[in-house]
């Protein structure tokens, strides 16, 4: 249920302006109190707290713009509509003074009839329309190359600040900035429900402030809509509109011709002789137009084009086109409302097709083969004429090309395509685990999807360490080595061509009773013990053991270089 504090759904109010608490700039806290503490004894304590009040100024992020119409890039037909952006700030366009440092004073006020309350706030910015050929957008000018100097030192010379700019003939940023009454008529707050998606954006709160442009934009023009400063822009801005609402030419200034050797006509009896001046004396003077420049805060383009609003379409709606012509030049409608048009195929010929769209005098019938994957699908032919009739295609189309331009859709299909993969990945790994362990899951793999993983899990593998592994037969792998064919002393000895197993067995270096194999050991040759008191007692023995030792000795010396 909606807060009856806030607008009705569908609903906003407007307000003509909005106060602003503290201007922005610099401020000190001053707290002084005064304690008694004894009769006659009175002490006073101070403290000062030091903060600014900061905005935008020379630039506007494009986080704080709510929305512009037109859209930004949009191609439509908007030459019978104001441009507008709307800020997510409410107080931002009051925030600052438009004349503050004025000398002699604010601007006047307006000299018309229609003179706003005293008292009325003035809008530090306007939006202004460019078409294209117009202006020129400078991007990273120094702030004291835009204004006039006087104009930047009433700003207070702030040093170091480069911003966009906007340049253009003097004579056409007067013709359509607006004035001082018409700054105050063109910037309003509004306040809408935040559940209205129509009306509000998401994370805010539902106030914002909208600032409207004064110059209708020409059909088929490129246009430019640049949010400007006017702050300490006296000398711009006029108290009252200018007599002409009319854009005013752009272009070079011609100065008459002078002859400096003209002479006027002389009278004689028959007829008035002029006397012909002397031409190479003629002085063209050629002075390139005055520009002004202007702070640009934002900016955005939109191009104005197509036949006209659907308004302006539906009352030029030709009801007599239903089956016959009444205005020659106009496209004839079948009598199933059908419009015949050139379609250009994928292999680049061009075939006549039939399309309908939904506002017919009568009534279909839906078709009930969808839904569809794509447009081809959606492709019919019409039995009775043999030709194509791609309707249905088309308005596959455009809803898919609606969808694809709601930003908001977009994420949640994206969201549901990286969940349907969790989930595949989750089932895969699921049916991995029961095939090694017995889980206790429900009935259905949409269930058990759903179902908390871990708990599950550790029980049955801890009911599987419980119930133990069993005895462990040749631990050691010893009867699984035997078996292989290297190891086998028949496979050997059938290979090698032996004499007897012994023989294998021998090869093999092993006892064949390791192997399970009942084969009489080989029979050792006798050998004397000897002790260390025989081998020292063998002289002839001990001198071979120490020439051995000398050569040893003499190769490693020669190796190390010693």
Not at 431 to 442: E, G, K
Request: glycine content about 10%; aromatic content about 6%.
């Amino acid at each position: 249920m909606s807060n009856p504090t806030t607008p009705p759904k569908g609903q906003m109010q407007l307000f003509d302006y909005l106060t602003v608490p503290l201007d922005p700039g610099s401020y000190r806290l001053h707290v002084e109190s005064q304690v008694t503490h004894d009769p006659g004894q009175t002490a006073t304590m101070t403290n000062d707290g030091y903060f600014d009040v900061v905005g935008p100024r020379f630039s506007l992020s494009p986080s704080d713009v709510a929305g512009t119409y037109p859209p930004r890039n949009g191609h439509g037909p908007f030459s019978d509509s104001l441009a507008q952006v709307v800020l997510k700030r409410r107080a931002l366009p009051w925030e600052r003074k438009l004349d503050a440092a004025r000398p002699g004073g604010p601007l006047p006020a307006p000299s018309g009839g229609n003179q706003l309350a005293p008292g009325y706030p003035r809008p530090w910015m306007a939006l202004l329309v460019f078409e294209e050929g117009e202006y020129t957008l400078l991007p990273g000018v120094p702030l004291d190359k835009v204004m006039p100097k006087a104009n930047f030192v009433a700003l207070g010379s702030p040093a170091g600040i480069t911003c966009d700019a906007v340049e253009a003939d003097a004579s056409l940023v007067q013709s359509i900035l607006p004035s001082l009454e018409e700054l105050q008529l063109l910037a309003h707050v509004r306040w809408v429900n935040i559940e209205d998606r129509e009306l509000t954006v998401e994370g805010s709160d539902g106030w914002f402030a909208v600032v409207v442009g004064s110059r209708v934009p020409s059909s088929g023009a490129k246009c430019r809509a640049c949010l400007v400063s006017l702050e300490e822009r006296w000398d711009l801005v006029k108290s009252d509109p200018p007599a002409s609402t009319e854009p005013g030419q752009s272009g070079p200034i011609f100065v008459p011709i002078q002859f400096p050797d003209y002479q006027p006509p002389v009278q004689n009896q028959y007829r008035w002789v002029e006397q012909p001046p002397d031409y190479s004396q003629v002085q063209i003077i050629m002075a390139p137009p005055a520009k002004t420049r202007l702070v640009v805060l934002f900016s955005w383009q939109f191009t104005c084009e197509g036949p006209g609003s659907f308004r302006d379409l539906m009352k030029n709606l030709d009801i007599g086109m239903i089956g016959a012509v009444q205005d020659a030049g106009k496209p004839a409608l079948t009598d199933t409302c059908h419009l015949p048009l050139m379609l250009g195929e994928r292999s680049g010929e061009a075939e006549t097709v039939l399309y309908r769209g939904p506002l017919v005098p009568f009534e279909l019938a839906r078709d009930t083969l969808g839904p569809y994957h794509g447009a081809d699908q959606a492709r019919r032919v019409t039995p009775e004429t043999g030709v194509e009739d791609v309707s249905y295609a088309a308005a596959f189309e455009v809803g898919r090309l609606l969808a694809a331009a709601d930003a908001r859709l977009a994420q949640e299909l994206m969201r549901w395509r990286r969940g349907s993969y969790r989930q595949a990945a989750r089932a895969d790994t699921l049916l991995a685990i029961q095939a090694s362990l017995t889980l206790n899951m429900p009935a259905t793999l949409a269930e058990q999807l759903q179902v908390s993983l871990p708990p599950i899990l550790a029980t049955a593998a801890m009911g599987r360490m419980v119930q133990g592994a069993g005895p462990v037969a040749d631990r050691y792998g010893l009867k699984a080595a035997g078996q292989t064919v290297g190891m086998n002393p028949a496979a050997v000895k059938e290979a090698w061509g032996l004499a007897s197993l012994l023989e294998a067995q021998a090869i093999l270096g092993g006892d064949p009773g390791a192997l399970g194999l009942e084969i009489a050991p080989v029979p050792q040759t006798p050998r004397p013990n000897v002790t260390i008191a025989t081998v020292a007692a063998d002289a002839a023995g001990l001198g071979v053991l120490v020439k051995a030792r000398d050569r040893v000795i003499t190769s490693t010396k020669a190796k190390l270089g010693g």
